[in-house]
């Protein structure tokens, strides 16, 4: 077995209670469909694509019910078949309502052929991978949601020589990709040769933390005989799943301050996302569901391959309803994971768990005055002096916060969490970060 391989600095969330994934790792993956999905138009980074259907209409499984616009754009499928009920903004887990799409399902499971299958992921004509990858509407599904055709476009003087799966898993609770990597590890593989075939790449590699023995075992099973692809483990250690953070761990490069993993020949998928190009190449079907992880104070704890756009509420339910008062309901494990205002609120690509927490654990924190202990340096993966950047952004100071990089913060939320004065570091950093991108749309006009 190769070195486990790691990054510099992190934190070991939860690691006494196996980083919260006890109740669901062991739970096979349920399929659910519920009776009725809102999909939203504006699951991945860039413009939401435009509805092109209305209510009334009668729509079957992978038809494309949204258009996509711009160059990140992407277009939306149908995860069900059945009638269009509604058309109009909801409310989504970020401060604005969302566009959206609502269909009755018929539970017909009725398909539409909107996609040429290519077959076989080693013979198909590699021309077509990408642009079967665009129609399918894929995005990352480990969160970021970044549009998967547009990590392939690949500049002049760019090249990519290392595809790496990210199968880390480092969120607590989650067991969403744990489950997929050992139920579907074929599939996965073929995703990644298919990735690397579009751009003609020698090496693949599938990163996994070594808290999961057994996906290491499946995939290096799969991996047998697959030209250029091999498994990883890497030290289980929170955020080993970020983009800069896998990277420097699988090949050892650093990528610069405002680069991207193509700048230093690397392209980096989730394991679900390369399960997904799978599923477009070789039988040409969209990306209309996902494995989600339901868990915390929920009955029966479960991983669910849910359609696109089912309630929060619905997942719930289908894990036998909540087992206390709900104090706080957040997709995501505990480090990212983003509080929803209800659980009136539809699942995206990304979204890869549920996670409902009792109200004392939910229960806000006093902030307290730094002690300038200096843990929060110590763990930064990023290098960042968060006590220094906190005083900046509390005072406003973008212009000093930006200086101090906090552009290049992943919101990981190490410093948070280790932070004795329990400071809000994180939000903070996420606050001014979202100030300064808007400043700089201000600034283009747009
Ligand atoms: S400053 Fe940002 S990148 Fe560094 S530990 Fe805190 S949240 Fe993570
Ligand atoms: S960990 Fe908290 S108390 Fe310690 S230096 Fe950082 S901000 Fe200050």
Sequence with gaps: MPDKKTFRGGVHPLHRSHEGKAPTRDKPVREYAADTVTILMGMHLGAPSTPCVKKGDLVKMGQVIGEPVGFLGLPVHASVSGEVVDVGPVQTVGAVPGM????????????????????????????????????????????????????????EGQYCDTIILNGAECETHLTADHRLMLEHSVRIVDGLRAAMRALDVKKGVIAIED????????????????????????????????????????????????????????IVLNVGTAAAIADAVIDGKPLISRITTVTGHVKQPSNLRIRIGTMIADVVGECGGYSLEPGKICVGGAMTGLPCPSDLIPLTKANNGVVVYSEAE?????????????????????????????????????????????????????????????????????????????????????
């Design 100 to 155: 959206a799409v609502t269909i009755k399902n018929d539970f017909a499971d009725e398909w539409v052929d909107t996609l040429e299958p290519l077959g076989n992921v080693e013979k198909c004509d590699k021309d077509k991978i990408v642009p079967a990858i665009k129609n399918a509407g894929i995005c990352g599904m480990g969160g970021a949601s970044f549009p998967t055709h547009v990590k392939f476009a690949v500049k």
């Design 211 to 266: 808290n999961k023995p057994d996906a290491i075992e499946a995939m290096r099973k799969a991996a047998e005989g697959r030209l250029g692809v091999e498994v990883q483990p890497l030290r289980t250690k929170y955020p080993q799943g970020g983009e800069k953070q896998l990277i420097h761990a699988v090949t050892g490069r650093q990528v610069p301050t405002k680069k991207l993993p193509l700048d230093v020949h690397v």
């Design 362 to 446: 939910a229960a806000a924190t006093e902030e307290t005055p730094c002690i300038r202990c200096g843990r929060c340096v110590e763990v930064c993966p990023i290098g960042l002096n968060p006590y220094k950047l906190k005083y900046l952004c509390d005072a406003d100071d973008l212009k000093g916060a930006e200086e101090n990089n906090v552009m290049d913060c992943v919101v990981c939320g190490s410093c948070s969490y280790i932070c004795p004065a329990r400071r809000f570091l994180t939000p903070s950093f996420k606050n001014t970060k979202d100030k300064i991108t808007l400043e700089a749309k201000k600034r283009k006009g747009q």
